[in-house]
């Protein structure tokens, strides 16, 4: 049982590059949420699917796309990236919207030049 | 606009005393609040939570109290242990009253607590 996985852990992008960060959980969620961790803002809702074939946005959803491609995967794409854009990127599972308690994966720490 | 907010960016404490971590939210909506732990190069995982309809909950060394009128609760860890030293963010979700808001949870900023032997 592994819980919440990202992929890849690391990645470096020059300005307007365009790249897409996995995540995947295996506890059978129904919903999934992407964030982004930045110093001094704690972690920032960027999309969430609260449930398979739906998404949302969250507080910073500009510069991004979402895909719920099945109960299990949720992906999240920059299509152009931009050095704002840089940060740590977390994906949580949870049972179901508003069940309270979320699961985060280990994270993918981006740089963008 | 920070609805939750914790204002002290780091704590240091000596092992075996308490550590208190605060938070103030401003969103009314607002009746859970949940407190996560972050080691470094880890994601944050759930370490205790509240619903507004308490004032207290405790689980083992960890308690959350909560202030309602004030809009603030704190986390105390007592005795505090080296392990503890990692970030925590306090979190809080609007119920259906919330509307759009529902069940997103909102983060504060994060207190860096350092445990010294």
């Known amino acids: 049982n592994a819980g919440v996985t990202q992929t890849p852990k690391f990645q470096v992008l020059k300005t307007g590059q365009s790249m897409t960060l996995q995540c995947a959980q295996d506890?059978?969620?129904?919903?999934m949420y992407w964030y982004r961790q930045d110093p001094g803002m704690g972690l920032r809702l960027i999309y969430y699917?609260?449930?398979?074939?739906?998404?949302d946005k969250g507080e910073v959803p500009n510069g991004y796309n979402v895909s719920r491609l099945n109960k299990r995967e949720f992906s999240l794409r920059l299509e152009s990236a931009a050095p704002s854009q840089t940060s740590v990127y977390f994906c949580?599972?949870?049972?179901?919207?508003?069940?309270?308690?979320?699961?985060f994966g280990p994270g993918t720490r981006l740089t963008v030049t | 606009d920070q609805q939750v907010k914790q204002n002290s960016p780091s704590l240091s404490v000596q092992e075996g005393r308490i550590s208190i971590l605060n938070c103030d939210y401003t969103?009314?909506?607002?009746?859970?609040f949940l407190w996560y732990k972050k080691y470094p190069a880890e994601g944050p995982t759930f370490l205790i939570s509240?619903?507004?309809?308490?004032d207290k909950n405790e689980d083992g060394r960890f308690t959350v109290f909560l202030n309602k009128s004030a809009k603030h609760l704190s986390l105390h860890i007592v005795p505090s242990q080296p392990g503890d030293s990692a970030v925590y963010f306090c979190?809080?979700?609007?119920?259906?009253?919330?509307?759009?808001?529902?069940?997103?949870?909102?983060f504060g900023q994060g207190t860096i607590l350092t445990v010294h032997p």
């Open positions: 949580a599972s949870e049972p179901a919207l508003g069940s309270h308690e979320q699961y």
């Open positions: 699917s609260a449930s398979e074939g739906t998404t």
């Open positions: 979190a809080a979700s609007a119920g259906w009253a919330g509307g759009t808001s529902y069940g997103k949870l909102t």
């Open positions: 969103n009314s909506m607002f009746d859970y």
């Open positions: 506890m059978n969620h129904n919903s």
């Open positions: 509240i619903s507004s309809i308490k």
